[in-house]
């Protein structure tokens, strides 16, 4: 286990009502009385740094629980979707990552994949443990938490430990992350919620249905044995009971049992990669907008900690065809969820995505990205260049349009001279590929005479753009849209 460094230390659990419970750590003590729920809580001072594993002791009348090899650093809660998840063995760099994860300075709660949906906040989670950075454990870790925190490590003080709590689960909404009285409260969330009940109320009925229909035939099955006939032929679709609903798809009830039970923990904050369930139709991406900033709010309320930064990761490139019908919009809103929302960053992933596989391989610069982000808003390192060039302007001269950036430098391009991933759209929303190229610090897009009309310039604007901007050192130029010109 780590505890987080330089916060005071949240320590909580369950007794007899009434009994009196000792808190150990580190010299600190600290006593106090379970209510009559049986339910205590207490704090530890903050404490600082310390890769020395000591004993946390806890004791509640004749019962005494001792946590050994207990350290002192910085905490990270992974959430999220697949992507969150996917673990370093599924990861292009698994091979070398192993080989060298000699790491005792990194721990990892990793809890049961698949498991933790509850329909009421849980007391404790279930499954998982604590893990040690080894070539044999870290192959089911998090492969973007692992990268995060590999590159993170070395730019923090000298031995500080570092930690991940694992909560993702594949193939989610954000709706199954927030507690049911918060999503009630917003219009956006109503609306998830009331998807999700209706699911599960058209889902019971299929199965009464079936359940009827089937009950029908086996009385009509063996009134025809009883009278010495063959039994009526079985309808294919009486063959196999209709698969429920995923539970973990319901909302509220990720939150309720991979979140809640870990609060109050004290945390440095929280890697978020989640959308792709949410991208699903522009009105559900806009939607987004209103309910991450919801997330933040509330996960921040409880675990007591109201500036928690939010690194969030936005999604990729992927999927030409369209089946997730709005990646853009989704990007759009994780941008503006991020700039108008304190203690949050975005970490730009548009050059990191696959064509046809909605899991990309390469993790590693996904969490050296977040590490990045890291260390300029969370540790402090101001003058980092921790993003890439981002859309400032656009001004429009004949036949052309000239595109300002936020930062200035060396512009490169990968895997082609020219830029791109540029498109000119007409009054009628119409896009068409554009031609552009790189003067100084700018770039310039050339309008066609044939295209009359004002024209809207955007970069990396469909689900797999095919963009190919970046600083120098590698970070891509983020998505825009510009006003029409």
């Not at 429920?244 to 945390?267: D, E, M, R, T, Y």
């Not at 200035?408 to 895997?415: F, K, Q, R, S």
Request: net charge neutral; charged share 20%.
């Amino acid at each position: 286990m780590v505890l987080q460094r330089g916060h005071a230390i949240p320590v909580w659990g369950w007794a007899e009502p009434g009994a009196r419970v000792a808190v150990e750590f580190a010299a600190f003590k600290a006593d106090v009385t379970a209510g009559a729920d049986g339910r205590w809580e207490t704090q530890l001072p903050a404490q600082s740094a310390s890769n020395s594993g000591r004993e946390l002791i806890i004791q509640a009348g004749s019962e005494t629980r001792r946590l050994r090899d207990v350290l002192v650093g910085d905490v990270w809660l992974l959430a999220g979707q697949s992507n969150m998840g996917w673990s370093v063995n599924q990861s292009a760099e698994a091979v070398a990552a192993k080989a060298r994860a000699n790491y005792p300075w990194l721990r990892a709660f990793v809890q049961w994949p698949f498991e933790g949906a509850a329909d009421q906040p849980a007391q404790d989670v279930k499954g998982g443990n604590w893990q040690t950075a080894t070539p044999a454990s870290v192959g089911n870790w998090s492969a973007v938490g692992f990268y995060f925190a590999e590159a993170l490590q070395p730019h923090l003080e000298k031995n500080v430990p570092v930690a991940l709590i694992h909560t993702p689960m594949g193939g989610t909404g954000i709706e199954s992350w927030i507690d049911l009285e918060s999503l009630e409260t917003l219009p956006a969330g109503r609306i998830g919620a009331k998807f999700y009940r209706d699911a599960v109320a058209q889902s019971l009925e299929k199965k009464a249905a079936w359940l009827a229909a089937k009950a029908t035939w086996q009385q009509q099955a063996d009134a025809a044995k009883a009278a010495g006939q063959p039994a009526p032929a079985l309808d294919k679709s009486l063959a196999k009971e209709p698969a429920g609903l995923k539970p973990h798809n319901l909302p509220s009830v990720l939150f309720n049992g991979k979140v809640a039970p870990l609060q109050p923990f004290a945390l440095r904050g929280v890697l978020w990669y989640q959308g792709e369930g949410n991208a699903a139709s522009t009105d559900a991406a806009k939607r987004y907008a209103d309910l991450l900033p919801l997330l933040i709010e509330r996960w921040r309320a409880g675990f007591r900690e109201p500036a928690l930064p939010f690194l969030i990761v936005q999604l990729p490139g992927h999927n030409p065809d369209g089946k997730w019908a709005d990646w853009p919009e989704m990007r759009a809103q994780q941008a503006a969820v991020c700039a108008r929302v304190p203690a949050t960053a975005l970490v730009v992933t548009i050059d990191l995505g696959e064509r046809d596989n909605i899991h990309p391989s390469h993790k590693q610069p996904v969490g050296e990205r977040t590490a990045l982000v890291a260390r300029k808003l969370v540790y402090g390192e101001a003058s980092l260049a921790d993003q890439g060039p981002r859309y400032l302007s656009a001004t429009r001269s004949g036949e052309t349009i000239r595109i300002k950036l936020t930062r200035t430098g060396a512009l490169a391009t990968a895997g082609a001279s020219d830029p791109t991933g540029f498109d000119l759209v007409n009054a009628s929303g119409t896009a068409s590929p554009a031609t552009a190229r790189i003067e100084g610090d700018d770039i310039v897009v050339t309008v066609p005479a044939t295209l009359q009309g004002p024209v809207t310039v955007s970069y990396a604007w469909k689900n797999w753009p095919g963009a190919n901007v970046s600083d120098a050192t590698g970070l891509p130029l983020a998505p825009f849209i510009t006003a029409p010109m």
